[in-house]
């Protein structure tokens, strides 16, 4: 299906575990985010890829990490999950030159 | 760090009313969104706002950017329950792959 998928949509995971959050995009979008939304926060930045193989980080990296081999895939990791990332964690891209961003469903992670 | 203050934080009202939603920073963007977000989901762009004193309409929702580009307002008549979600406004202060800055979002309840 086109558009931009996240998995899984649930995960729980215990404190000092690796964790990793899939994004996928069919559309070749130049740019793809990672953000986290908690109550009291609103949406914040984690990392940011402008292309394959270029991430930059956002407001709130530290913990994080992300890779981009290829344009499609941006995998979010927690290296060693703590209960303050319990989070939903939501992906998304962009093209160049386009305003619009495209969010996947989101994925809602708890760190026990 | 650019902020950006929604308010209210919630608005419950009944069918019928009309209601404004603010947008407020102390810096400048380039442009600024709004989006919808319903629970589960992630969030789907409403409109973009990219000139100062821009009036964008969508049905019963009227968009306004201040003639500054620091503020925005969302509009709607009429208010439908159909209309019930998180909106939230995001501001992009450059043009490259950087990511948006969110605020906190509106709750909006519309009661039958």
């Known amino acids: 299906d086109a558009g931009i998928t996240q998995s899984p949509r649930y995960k729980i995971t215990e404190t000092g575990r690796q964790v990793t959050l899939m994004c996928h995009q069919t559309?070749?979008?130049?740019?793809m985010f990672w953000y986290r939304q908690d109550l009291g926060h609103g949406l914040r930045l984690i990392y940011y890829?402008?292309?394959?193989?270029?991430?930059d980080k956002g407001e709130v990296p530290d913990g994080y990490v992300v890779s981009r081999s290829k344009t499609e895939n941006f995998p979010l990791t927690l290296e060693s999950a703590t209960r303050s990332q319990t989070s939903v964690y939501f992906c998304?891209?962009?093209?160049?030159?386009?305003?619009?961003?495209?969010f996947g469903q989101g994925t809602r992670l708890t760190v026990v | 760090t650019q902020l950006l203050e929604q308010s209210p934080q919630f608005l419950s009202i009944q069918e019928g009313e009309n209601l404004t939603v603010y947008c407020n920073s102390s810096?400048?963007?380039?442009?600024l969104q709004w989006y919808r977000q319903e629970p589960g989901e992630g969030p789907v762009l409403l409109v973009t706002?990219?000139?100062?004193?821009e009036v964008k309409k969508l049905k019963r929702l009227t968009f306004q950017f201040g003639d500054a580009r620091k503020d925005s307002s969302l509009h709607i008549t009429a208010a439908q329950p159909g209309d019930t979600g998180l909106y939230l406004c995001?501001?992009?202060?450059?043009?490259?792959?950087?990511?948006?800055?969110f605020g906190k979002g509106t709750h909006l309840i519309i009661q039958p």
């Open positions: 998304a891209s962009r093209d160049r030159g386009n305003t619009e961003a495209f």
């Open positions: 559309w070749s979008h130049s740019y």
């Open positions: 890829s402008a292309a394959a193989d270029i991430t």
């Open positions: 810096s400048v963007f380039s442009s």
């Open positions: 706002v990219v000139t100062g004193g």
């Open positions: 995001a501001g992009r202060s450059g043009g490259g792959a950087d990511g948006l800055t």
